[in-house]
């Protein structure tokens, strides 16, 4: 089976869930709605076997509603082909439902999200924070989070600080000149 | 000089005492021994540990284990007669209590070796055959801090790592010192972060930072070196243990 015909069974068993389709340099992505999930995931897992979860990644599009995006980057060992889903979840809800018993690897890719982001995930079986320590108050990759950090105190076990920045974020901007304007400055935003 | 007689020996006891003092290197010949017990009895709490001799050409040294340092005794019956004395010319060196604790001090530093990022494979390129940091003493690194001096933080210290690289720090005996190796353990290097420490001197004393990233061995071990010009310039006994000192003045006095 192509990777076309994959594509096309899918559109075809679940076309009134389908938000949108979008292809983009040979990559094809779908937008589904978040209730309708772990439908589509079992389906893409068994039937389509999509039998490899590459990624699961979430988007903050602050000042947007529905505020969060998340993306799960799908790979078929035996037909050699990628498929991308996409869904959206409002601030309000801040969950969508568990796939680590369809993927296993989603265990931790979904608690990096609840650690980063805070998004929860309904039926994971340890939702607990993966990088940062569990009682951190603040949900670090979310816009509103300010890039220098905020203050916190756990006593005994991990304390933050808010990192002096000196001018900075220290960013480069695209352009053909030479290194000496390419180079890393603080670049205060434009208004 | 003899020590015949058992009335010599604690006439020549009492002169050993008499003359003791602080900030001298203490050399007593072989036949001297039962002497130099009668000394220990009067500074029994002191003597932590066994009792070494090390051969200088004819007399032995007392080496003696103070703590996690050593303490090295001569005897000179007067003090003037040392100035110069064709008999013992050559065979005694003379110096400086802290400048002998802190000779072994500094060539024999025992590294706890906190690796926490790519600074790390510097550290350990520095540790093996093309730059062999045993050839400063230093290759003893075990991830024991309970045996170490010197804790070289090679790395980005990350906050939810920092309390615990203080732990580890507080885990090692005294004296204790710190080199920041890179940019990211002397000042947080390229992370201004909200999850990076900036700078570990936040939490510990460091006594030597090195610049890099990472820094190439050379520059650990010139690192290392210069934590060896400090040590050498430090009063280890008297700053570093004022009680044990005084101890010692009370019971010479």
Known sequence: MTAQELFDWFEKSFAPKIQGKTEFRGETTFTISAIDLRDIAKFCRDELSLDYLLDITSIDNFGEEPRFEIVYHLYSMPHAAHLRLKLTVSEEIAAVASVSDIWPTANWHEREIYDMMGLRFDGHPDLRRILMWDGYPYFPLRKDFPLEGLRSEMPDVAFTKVTPLEGGPFVTVPTTAGSKDREPRARPPEL | ?253
């Open chain 2, 1 to 253: 000089m003899s020590a015949a007689s058992a009335g010599a020996s604690v006439n020549l006891a009492s002169r050993i005492i008499s003359t003791l003092q602080l900030n001298r290197l203490f050399v007593i010949p072989q036949e001297w021994q039962q002497l130099f017990e009668t000394c220990r009895k009067r500074f029994d709490d002191l003597f932590v540990g066994s009792l070494y001799f090390i051969y200088v050409k004819v007399w032995p040294v007392f080496l003696l284990r103070l703590r996690n340092a050593i303490l090295v005794f001569y005897y000179m019956s007067e003090t003037q007669a040392t100035s110069y004395d064709s008999k013992i010319e050559g065979n005694i060196i003379f110096t400086r209590l802290d400048a002998a604790l802190n000779w072994v001090r500094k060539n024999s530093l025992w590294p706890m070796p906190m690796g926490l990022a790519c600074c790390a494979i510097e550290l350990m390129a520095t540790a093996a055959s093309r730059f062999d940091i045993a050839r400063f003493g230093a290759e003893v690194m075990r991830f024991s801090p309970r045996q170490c001096d010197v804790m070289i933080v090679a790395g980005t210290v990350t906050y939810k790592m920092a309390l615990a690289v203080k732990r580890i720090y507080e885990q090692m005996p005294e004296p204790k010192w710190v080199i920041a190796m890179g940019a990211c353990a002397s000042t947080g290097g390229m992370y201004r972060s909200y999850a990076v420490l900036q700078g570990i001197d936040q939490l510990l004393p460091v006594d030597v930072y090195i610049s890099g990233c990472p820094p190439r061995p050379e520059a650990l071990l010139a690192g290392l070196m210069k934590l060896q010009e400090k040590i050498s310039r430090q009063g280890a006994f008297r700053d570093q243990n004022p009680e044990l000192a005084e101890k010692l003045e009370d019971a010479l006095a």
